[in-house]
C-alpha cells in the first residue's frame, strides 16, 4: 500500500446528529490535501477523527499501512507519528516557546535537551522566530504564535501534518506569514491534510481540494478542475459566494 | 433517520471495544480486592488487635455513648450553618477591599491586608480560647457572655481570614480582558466586579472553597475546649468516665457523615458548570 493515509466509508456522529457520513479519502507521502467548505461541514471533525481525538462510529482509517480506527491500537504511538495545529494555537502559556516545541520531543521521543533544543532554534530560525526562543507565548502576536504552533507540531519530525483553520484566528496582514511557512512547508514535501477558508492558498498549494458539504466528501479533484470547472452546483454555489468576482 | 448500518467491521470493533472495558473492570475489581483485603488482614492479624477493638470498636459502649454526643453534634452542626454565611459574606468584603482601587478605600484595603495576616496566623485553638474565656472577662456592658457566641466569633474570624485569600486568588486568576471588556460596555469597576469578575472568580475558587468548609466542619469540634458541649465533648466525656475510647471513633463518624455528602455536592455543580460552558471543547 503505497498510500501514507487511508479513509474508508468513516462516519462519525454525536447522538443523533450525524457529522461525517460516508468519508473517503487518501492521502499519499508528499500530498497536500485542502479540505473546503462551509463552517459546521464535518472539516474540523474529520482532521481530529484523524488524530485519533475522536472516537469513529463505522469505517477503517489506516495510517502508514496499519489500521489506527482499531481500539486496540495505541494512540500514542500514532500521535507520534502525526502533528497537529489548531485553530486557537493552544500553545501552553506557562513554558517559553523554546519549552512548548521541545516538550514532546524530550518527553514523548526521547531525546536530549541539548538534541531537542538544536532541532528547536533550527526551525524557529527557518520561521523568523529566532530571537522568541526565551520569550513565553503570550508576548508574541496571533502570527507568531500560530507559527510557533506550527514548529511543535514539525518539531517530532511527524510523518503526517494536520492543519484545522489555522489561519482563522488571525488578521489578514498575519495570515501571510503563516500561509508563507505552510507554503514552504508544502514546496519540499510534506505531507498535510488542512481545513482552510483560504482559497487562493488552496489553489496554490494543495495537490487535491476536497469540499465538504453536511458530512460528506461531495468532491474531490486537483484544485484547477474544482476552482474552475466543479462538477457538483453545490461547489459551485460556495466557490461563487466565497470568491466574489475573483474570475476564477 | 438513516438507512445507515453498523458495518461487521464496525460490529467487531463494538465487541473489542466492551472486552476492553470488561478486561479494565476486572483488573479495577482484582486491585480493589486485593489492596482492601491486605489491609483488612493486616490490621486484624496484628498482635494488639484484640485490645483495640476492645477499646476503639466496641459494640456496646458504641450504643451507650450514641445519644449524648449525637445532641452534642446538634451544636455543631448549628455553629457550622451559622458560621458558613458569615465567613462567605466577610471573606469576601475583605477580598474586595483588597482588589480596591479608588483612593478613599486605601483605609480598608490595609485593614484587610492587617486582618488576614494576623488572622491566618495565630491557631484557632488559641482564637477560640482567647475569645469564648477573654471577651466575657472584659464586664463591659453589652458584650454578650455567651461563650458559645464568641467561640463562633472566633471561627469566624479565621476562617474569614482563610477563604478572603482563595475569594483573592480566584478574583485575580480572572483575566483582565473581562475587566476591560465589561468597562468598555461603560460598566463601572464595581459594577464588572459585581457583575463579570466575581461570579466567574466564584465558580473557579468552589473546590478550595470546599476544602475550607471541610475543614470549618471539624474545627467546630475546638469549641469543645472552652467547655460547650458539642459532639467532641461528650465523646470525651464518656471515654474519660468509663475508660473507653469507642466514643471518639463514633464522633469521627459523624464528622466524615458530614462531609460527605457536601464533597458530593460540590462535584456535582462543578461537572454542571464545566457542561454547560465548555461543551465541545476538550
Known sequence: MSALLEVENLRKSYGDRVVLDDVDLTVATGDVVCLIGSSGSGKSTLLRCLNLLEDIDDGVISFEGHEVSDPRVDRRAVRGRMGMVFQAYNLFPHLSVLDNITLAPRKVHGLSRADAEARAHDLLGRFGLAEHARSHPDRLSGGQQQRVALVRALAPRPALLLLDEITAALDPELVVDVLDAVRSLAAEGTTMVLATHEMHFARDVASTVCFLEQGRILEHGPPAQIFTEPREERTRQFLGRVLPSSGA | ?282
Open chain 2, 1 to 282: 433517520m438513516t438507512d445507515w448500518q453498523p458495518s461487521p467491521r464496525e460490529l467487531e470493533r463494538r465487541q473489542v471495544r466492551g472486552s476492553l472495558r470488561t478486561r479494565s473492570l476486572l483488573v479495577a475489581t482484582v486491585a480493589m480486592v486485593l489492596v482492601f483485603g491486605l489491609l483488612v488482614v493486616g490490621t486484624v492479624s496484628s498482635p494488639g488487635w484484640a485490645t483495640v477493638q476492645e477499646t476503639f470498636f466496641n459494640a456496646d459502649d458504641a450504643r451507650e455513648s450514641f445519644p449524648a454526643i449525637l445532641e452534642g453534634f446538634w451544636l455543631n452542626v448549628k455553629m457550622f450553618l451559622i458560621a458558613e454565611p458569615l465567613i462567605l459574606a466577610l471573606a469576601l468584603a475583605v477580598a474586595l477591599a483588597r482588589q480596591a482601587r479608588a483612593a478613599w478605600l486605601l483605609p480598608a484595603r490595609l485593614l484587610a491586608v492587617l486582618y488576614t495576616d494576623l488572622f491566618r496566623g495565630i491557631p484557632t485553638i488559641l482564637l477560640v480560647v482567647l475569645f469564648a474565656f477573654g471577651m466575657p472577662a472584659l464586664g463591659l456592658q453589652g458584650v454578650p457572655l455567651d461563650p458559645f457566641f464568641w467561640a463562633l466569633v472566633a471561627l469566624v474570624l479565621s476562617y474569614g481570614a482563610y477563604v478572603a485569600e482563595v475569594f483573592r486568588a480566584g478574583i485575580e486568576s480572572i483575566h483582565p480582558s473581562q475587566v476591560a471588556s465589561a468597562e468598555a460596555l461603560g460598566l463601572s469597576r464595581s459594577q464588572a466586579m459585581r457583575h463579570v469578575v466575581v461570579p466567574q472568580a466564584v465558580r473557579r475558587v468552589v473546590p478550595p472553597l470546599l476544602n475550607d468548609f471541610v475543614s470549618l466542619q471539624k474545627d467546630t469540634a475546638l469549641v469543645s475546649s472552652v467547655a460547650i458541649f458539642d459532639a467532641m465533648f461528650a465523646a470525651r466525656d464518656y471515654a474519660a468516665y468509663n475508660f473507653n475510647y469507642t466514643s471518639l471513633v463514633v464522633v469521627a463518624c459523624f464528622f466524615v457523615a458530614m462531609t460527605v455528602p457536601l464533597a458530593r455536592l460540590t462535584d456535582w455543580l462543578q461537572r454542571r458548570y464545566a457542561e454547560r460552558e465548555r461543551a465541545g471543547v476538550r
